[in-house]
């Protein structure tokens, strides 16, 4: 595979499979690279929940792009994290052209370029994802096929052993076991999907959900279907960083001891290089900071205990103590995918609903809420800043900072809002300093 044009250099690529095994080559070239050019800063980037390679590679080329101007004399070399995502089609990305952000949106059928990816995505299930699309099609009446197709669903994304996957589904963990499944794989499938429609049609048309029509109840399908695929995304992201990215770095650190380390994160590539530093091994202290941009899970995954349950805390509590800097957690209030959606799909089995179907997402969200909508939360000596602030003082040398990037993170329509607004120089800058870079 050609290696993509890129606007800074030197760049490599680590590309890992679903279970976190890197492509030895791609690893081995990086290696040599950075002693060879005598990198000292490298700056890592993981893409999110919706990039394939190209995409991920337009993002990554993008948003390196200011760093060389913003630090001409130091010596950065920047790498692509490539892991295999899936890309609902449907969703815009501000600044990209359509072809490669979005195909016009169909719901609730599901785009040609959709089924393709599902396809790729959850090999040797064909006649499960033909089976989605039929009813998708057909939007049949009884509510036994929405039951059907909530099936199928779970049968797509679940885990086929053997395999790690499963071990890094959870946000949470209680007395030491992780956090049961979400309520939408749990609950009822009728009643599921159309809360999934509700929130819909209120992020589209506000104000709407509130009245008595009834929204399309395979609408709410359409999105059970794409949640559920970003569950399998999120379980994969985990793995991916634990056992892939942390160990490379891992490596790193003894092939280039000089050479300081700074990982990005975008959605549940966020969620990916914060699992790096799981899998860190003991005493590598070349991380120096992590920033994540729109991090799509849970806004107490840092956290040692939850406020709502003190027995339980997050499944990554104390690690942004192995980053010899800052972790950064930039978020903005514009992020409907996280804001709204995120906690719907988030909400575990057994919790208790809200009355008012309008705005649910956001009602649930200070339980279930994102990283990327409202920052690290129950994380005593969390600063908190906004963009302006952070890019003009200088940033705490560990712990964890939460940075409001509202300012600029803005744009983009429904479902997700201005999820995937993340290409702006002010946020590569926020990097450089976080690294003490700049």
Same mark, same amino acid.
């Given at each position: 595979?050609?290696?993509?044009?890129?606007?800074?250099?030197?760049?490599?690529?680590?590309?890992?499979?679903?279970?976190?095994?890197?492509?030895?080559?791609?690893?081995?070239?990086?290696?040599?690279?950075?002693? *060879?050019?005598?990198?000292?800063?490298?700056?890592?980037?993981?893409?999110?929940?919706?990039?394939?390679?190209?995409?991920?590679?337009?993002?990554?080329?993008?948003?390196?792009?200011?760093?060389?101007?913003?630090?001409?004399?130091?010596?950065?070399?920047?790498?692509?994290?490539?892991?295999?995502?899936?890309?609902?089609?449907?969703?815009?990305?501000?600044?990209?052209?359509?072809?490669?952000? %979005?195909?016009?949106?169909?719901?609730?059928?599901?785009?040609?370029?959709?089924?393709?990816?599902?396809?790729?995505?959850?090999?040797?299930?064909?006649?499960?994802?033909?089976?989605?699309?039929?009813?998708?099609?057909?939007?049949?009446?009884?509510?036994?096929?929405?039951?059907?197709?909530? *099936?199928?669903?779970?049968?797509?994304?679940?885990?086929?052993?053997?395999?790690?996957?499963?071990?890094?589904? %959870?946000?949470?963990?209680?007395?030491?076991?992780?956090?049961?499944?979400?309520?939408?794989?749990?609950?009822?499938?009728? %009643?599921?999907?159309?809360?999934?429609? *509700?929130?819909?049609?209120?992020?589209?048309?506000?104000?709407?959900?509130?009245?008595?029509?009834?929204?399309?109840?395979?609408?709410?399908?359409?999105?059970?279907?794409?949640?559920?695929?970003?569950?399998?995304?999120?379980?994969?992201?985990?793995?991916?960083?634990?056992?892939?990215?942390?160990?490379?770095?891992?490596?790193?650190? %003894?092939?280039?001891?000089?050479?300081?380390?700074?990982?990005?994160?975008? =959605?549940?590539?966020?969620?990916?290089?914060?699992?790096?530093?799981?899998?860190?091994?003991?005493?590598?202290?070349?991380?120096?900071?992590?920033?994540?941009?729109?991090?799509?899970?849970?806004? @107490?995954?840092?956290? =040692?205990?939850?406020?709502?349950?003190?027995?339980?805390?997050?499944?990554?509590?104390?690690?942004?103590?192995?980053?010899?800097?800052?972790?950064?957690?930039?978020?903005?209030?514009?992020?409907?995918?996280?804001?709204?959606? @995120?906690?719907?799909? =988030?909400?575990?089995?057994?919790?208790?609903?809200?009355?008012?179907?309008?705005?649910?997402?956001?009602?649930?969200?200070?339980?279930?809420?994102?990283?990327? @909508?409202?920052?690290?939360?129950?994380?005593?000596?969390?600063?908190?800043?906004?963009?302006?602030?952070?890019?003009?003082?200088?940033?705490?040398?560990?712990?964890?900072?939460?940075?409001?990037?509202?300012?600029?993170?803005?744009?983009?329509?429904?479902?997700?809002?201005?999820?995937?607004?993340?290409?702006?120089?002010?946020?590569?800058?926020?990097?450089?300093?976080?690294?003490?870079?700049?």
């Amino acid at each position: 595979m050609a290696d993509p044009a890129m606007s800074v250099t030197p760049y490599w690529e680590l590309t890992f499979d679903a279970d976190g095994d890197p492509a030895a080559s791609a690893r081995d070239r990086l290696f040599a690279g950075v002693v *060879r050019r005598g990198v000292r800063e490298l700056v890592v980037f993981a893409h999110g929940w919706n990039n394939d390679r190209s995409g991920a590679t337009r993002i990554y080329d993008r948003f390196f792009a200011p760093m060389p101007g913003l630090a001409p004399t130091a010596r950065i070399g920047y790498v692509g994290v490539l892991w295999p995502a899936m890309r609902f089609s449907d969703e815009p990305i501000p600044d990209f052209p359509r072809a490669v952000a %979005a195909e016009p949106p169909r719901r609730p059928v599901l785009g040609k370029d959709t089924r393709h990816a599902l396809l790729e995505t959850f090999p040797g299930r064909a006649v499960i994802v033909e089976q989605l699309a039929r009813l998708l099609e057909q939007q049949p009446s009884e509510e036994a096929e929405l039951e059907e197709f909530a *099936r199928l669903v779970r049968l797509l994304v679940e885990v086929v052993a053997p395999g790690p996957q499963a071990l890094f589904t %959870a946000d949470t963990v209680a007395e030491g076991v992780p956090q049961s499944e979400p309520e939408m794989f749990a609950g009822q499938a009728a %009643a599921v999907c159309e809360e999934f429609a *509700r929130a819909l049609a209120e992020l589209e048309s506000p104000g709407t959900a509130r009245g008595l029509a009834l929204p399309n109840p395979w609408e709410g399908a359409h999105e059970l279907l794409r949640q559920a695929t970003y569950y399998a995304m999120k379980r994969r992201a985990g793995t991916v960083g634990e056992r892939g990215l942390g160990r490379v770095i891992g490596q790193l650190a %003894a092939a280039a001891p000089q050479v300081r380390v700074h990982l990005v994160g975008h =959605s549940f590539g966020a969620r990916l290089v914060s699992f790096a530093l799981r899998g860190l091994p003991k005493g590598v202290r070349t991380v120096k900071c992590v920033t994540l941009l729109q991090a799509a899970f849970s806004h @107490y995954a840092f956290a =040692s205990r939850l406020p709502h349950d003190t027995r339980a805390g997050g499944v990554l509590q104390g690690q942004q103590n192995r980053i010899d800097g800052p972790l950064v957690c930039c978020h903005s209030r514009h992020d409907s995918a996280l804001g709204t959606l @995120y906690p719907l799909a =988030s909400r575990i089995a057994g919790d208790s609903r809200s009355a008012a179907p309008a705005g649910i997402g956001r009602m649930l969200g200070a339980k279930w809420g994102a990283l990327g @909508y409202d920052g690290v939360q129950a994380v005593p000596g969390t600063r908190t800043l906004t963009l302006a602030q952070a890019l003009r003082t200088p940033l705490p040398a560990s712990g964890c900072v939460n940075v409001d990037a509202a300012a600029v993170v803005r744009r983009g329509g429904p479902p997700s809002g201005a999820h995937s607004d993340i290409l702006h120089r002010e946020l590569a800058q926020l990097v450089l300093t976080a690294g003490r870079v700049l």
